[in-house]
């Protein structure tokens, strides 16, 4: 479905981008794939082969995106899927909160994809099927405990895709909003195996689909939106979760 597609992908080193890249080459694109972690790079290109095509880039820098872009243009001249999906998080409670905590999240979550757009409207300007896919969460829907800085970064990258809509003719821009999903970013976000297991046992009963979502549950949403098939879908707003929001009992 995407033989001779060149899609960029940011975060594509684990989890949801690293599971992306994957289908998106297995379907016939060329995948580069934009991470600041090298090692877990060299892993994605051994498991992935010669068509995922890594970068290291920092998306809170302007200049490493700006290099990225010009790496595309010099290597493809053009873009046809922008995947903006790199991210990071932590629990913040509110009177600890320090400077660097919003520059953590937000440098990431909010300016890297912006900058992103910024330097990839000349590319996909030259596509035939242009598309931005932006990832939210569902933070930016429900009021996780002591989750406000990053779950006011994915807000911000919702919105973000609408105004993408509205300023970009001919450009599709669309956002997701996945649930829990279990990837390394708990891991790194500072809990134990035990501490993140029994995160997802507590949220378990919530979920109507009754299980945790996998990279593989959303990386199928992000290829759909990102096809031919979706080419009359612009601006919409893919929550998945498995019922996760509409679920029951909040407990209020
Ligand atoms: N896992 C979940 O439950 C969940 C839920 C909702 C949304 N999300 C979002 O999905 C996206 C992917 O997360 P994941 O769960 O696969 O996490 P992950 O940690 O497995 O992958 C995130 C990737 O982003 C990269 N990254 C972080 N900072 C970067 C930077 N400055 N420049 C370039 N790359 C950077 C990391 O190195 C990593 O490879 C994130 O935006 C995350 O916020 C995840």
Not at 42 to 71: H, P, T
Not at 133 to 153: C, D, G, I, K, P
Not at 165 to 170: Q, Y
Request: charged share 25%.
């Amino acid at each position: 479905m995407f033989k001779d597609y060149i899609v960029v992908i940011t975060g594509a080193a684990s989890g949801i981008g690293l599971e992306t890249a994957g289908q998106f080459i297995r379907q016939g694109a060329t995948v580069v794939g934009a991470d600041m972690d090298e090692k877990a790079l060299g892993e994605a290109v051994n498991l992935l082969g010669d068509r995922f095509i890594s970068q290291r880039c920092d998306v809170s820098v302007e200049k490493e995106i700006a290099s990225l872009a010009e790496g595309v243009e010099n290597r493809f001249g053009r873009l046809d899927i922008l995947v903006n999906n790199a991210g990071r998080g932590r629990f913040v409670v509110p009177e600890a909160m320090e400077e660097e905590d919003f520059y953590y999240h937000y440098e990431v979550l909010v300016k890297g994809p912006m900058l992103l757009v910024k330097h990839f409207i000349p590319l996909l300007r030259k596509s035939s099927n242009p598309s931005i896919l932006n990832v939210s969460s569902t933070a930016a829907r429900h009021e996780y405990s002591n989750h406000f800085v990053y779950s006011t970064a994915k807000s911000a990258v919702e919105k973000f895709t609408y105004h993408l809509v509205r300023d970009l003719p001919g450009i599709r821009a669309n956002t997701i909003l996945p649930g829990w999903v279990d990837t390394p970013i708990y891991d790194k976000a500072g809990l134990s195996r035990e501490e993140i297991e029994a995160v997802f046992g507590s949220v378990l009963p919530k979920i109507p689909c009754g299980r945790v979502g996998t990279p593989e549950d959303i990386a199928n949403c992000i290829l759909f939106l990102s096809s031919e098939k979706a080419s009359y879908i612009n601006g919409a707003c893919v929550v998945i979760d498995g019922g996760y929001l509409r679920g029951p009992d909040w407990g209020i």
